[in-house]
């Protein structure tokens, strides 16, 4: 039987199906009230019918340590026009960082999507250079407590109250819940920005061969000026921005001095908020390494977004789960490999 959530030290969203073996039962009975809570609330996995396979939950003792992040206050970076950062340098200490880097790159399904795109009437196949995985539901919808997608009821009076949008597609994919080890994170980061996320996207660069080119993350369906919290765990990569190009010839002699590109060179644990005209007037990119840095090792990333209509939950999911196989990290070999369920 469950203990009622208000209980719990740390909240786990009631998605999570906790199993009890008849061992741990046992073993619960003969401890005090207050470890057994703990035990009950941060063992076990979290499960839904859209993972791969069970999302294991944070060791205790790494819980307790997440939740009393941030390390360090942010420090704002904006005297570049149009740029607004919080820098957060770290976030996550080092003594913890190893372990949050090592546990989400062992625990995580990752996948290599490949898609077709059409630039300019020449269709193209792009494989994307990197490992990625993706959690989360736009902001018109929820996760129950069975775990199953509930649209939210309109809000009153808005257009939508009355009417359904004609053109609305039906979904390609099956939404997932963040589970445990990213939500407490999650959690944190949104008291630490006062901002509110619904998704998280990672990423896995496996090596210096394996980067993210020039974009901005400017897609309608965040919204204005959205905030985007990413955090950086492993080998130190390069982070550069850059001002796009101004439209026209005026506004580019009144820019002059607004094109100075910035290089950050991101290390575990660090976390860099990118909110206000950031994404609408910024490029940013992870260039690959080469020569000596290359084999500095394995690198993630985590983005902390919000998605405001269906349109960026379908987008997200086809562009960082798709429809190809799963990867898992294999200790044994120390690299990606193509994984299948057993029950296969
Ligand atoms: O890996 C990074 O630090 C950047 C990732 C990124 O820009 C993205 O996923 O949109
Ligand atoms: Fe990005």
Redesign the pocket.
């Known amino acids: 039987m469950p203990l009622p959530l208000e209980t719990c030290v740390f909240q786990t969203p009631r998605y999570f199906h906790h199993h009890h073996c008849h061992h741990h039962l046992i073993h619960q009975c003969l401890q005090p009230l207050l470890l057994r809570r703990h035990y009950h609330v941060q063992t076990g996995f979290s499960k839904h019918a859209t993972y791969p396979h069970p999302i294991r939950n944070w060791p205790e003792a790494i819980a307790r340590d997440v939740s009393s992040l941030p390390a360090t206050l942010g420090r704002q970076i904006n005297d570049q026009p149009d740029l607004d950062l919080l820098y957060f340098e770290p976030y996550i200490p080092s003594y913890m960082a190893k372990d949050v880097f090592e546990f989400l790159r062992a625990e995580l399904p990752f996948y290599r999507v490949e898609y077709d795109i059409n630039r300019g009437g020449i269709q193209a196949h792009i494989k994307t250079p990197r490992y990625t995985t993706v959690f989360g539901v736009d902001d018109t919808s929820y996760f129950d407590t069975d775990g199953a997608v509930v649209d939210k009821p309109p809000a009153a009076g808005s257009s939508s109250s009355t009417t359904k949008p004609a053109n609305a597609k039906p979904p390609r994919y099956a939404p997932r819940p963040i589970p445990q080890c990213l939500d407490l994170l999650r959690t944190s980061t949104e008291a630490a920005t006062g901002c509110t996320f619904n998704f998280c996207?990672v990423?896995y660069?496996a090596s210096g061969a394996d980067s993210?080119s020039f974009?901005s993350?400017d897609e309608r369906f965040l919204g204005p000026e959205p905030a985007i919290a990413?955090f950086?765990l492993g080998a130190r990569r390069d982070?550069l921005m850059k001002h796009k190009k101004p439209a026209t010839a005026a506004a580019a002699a009144e820019r002059v001095d607004a094109k100075k590109p910035l290089k950050l060179p991101?290390g575990s644990g660090d976390m860099i908020l990118m909110r206000g005209r950031t994404q609408s007037n910024w490029l940013?990119s992870?260039p690959k390494r080469t020569g000596k840095n290359q084999d500095d090792g394995g690198r993630i990333?985590i983005?902390f977004r919000r998605a405001m209509v269906k349109a960026g939950t379908d987008n997200y999911y086809n562009y960082n789960v798709g429809t190809g196989p799963v990867y898992r990290w294999d200790a044994q070999s120390r690299q990606m490999m193509l994984w299948t369920s057993k029950e296969d």
Do not use: E, P, Q, V
């Open positions: 996207l990423n660069y993210i974009h993350d990413s950086s982070f991101l940013h992870i990333n983005t």
